[in-house]
């Protein structure tokens, strides 16, 4: 599963930098989580990172996106090759 930052997010910024993945961003107005690029830290660390620092315990699993640890890290392979793709530079 991806995770999720519900209404109790009081945008402290602590979340954002610790995605390793860069799935948190700033919503209209709280952070989000994109569940295409979550990870639950799969392939990074044992724990979500953003799930550890947060003050308020509002990142909770994301009951629309189920996915096994399987699955989480085909995810992260993914996510690690699109990385590390040069960037094509239009003509």
């Not at 610790?18 to 044992?46: R, S």
Request: one cysteine or more; glycine letters at 4%.
């Amino acid at each position: 599963m991806a995770l999720l930052i519900t209404d109790d997010c009081i945008n402290c910024d602590v979340c954002e930098p610790e995605c390793p993945n860069g799935a948190i961003y700033m919503g209209p107005l709280i952070y989000e989580i994109d569940p295409h690029k979550c990870t639950e830290c799969v392939g990074h660390f044992n724990e979500p990172q953003c799930q550890q620092v947060c003050p308020v315990s509002c990142i909770p699993l994301d009951p629309a996106w189920h996915e096994s640890k399987e699955q989480l890290q085909a995810k992260y392979e993914r996510l690690q090759v699109e990385l590390a793709a040069p960037a094509v530079k239009p003509q």
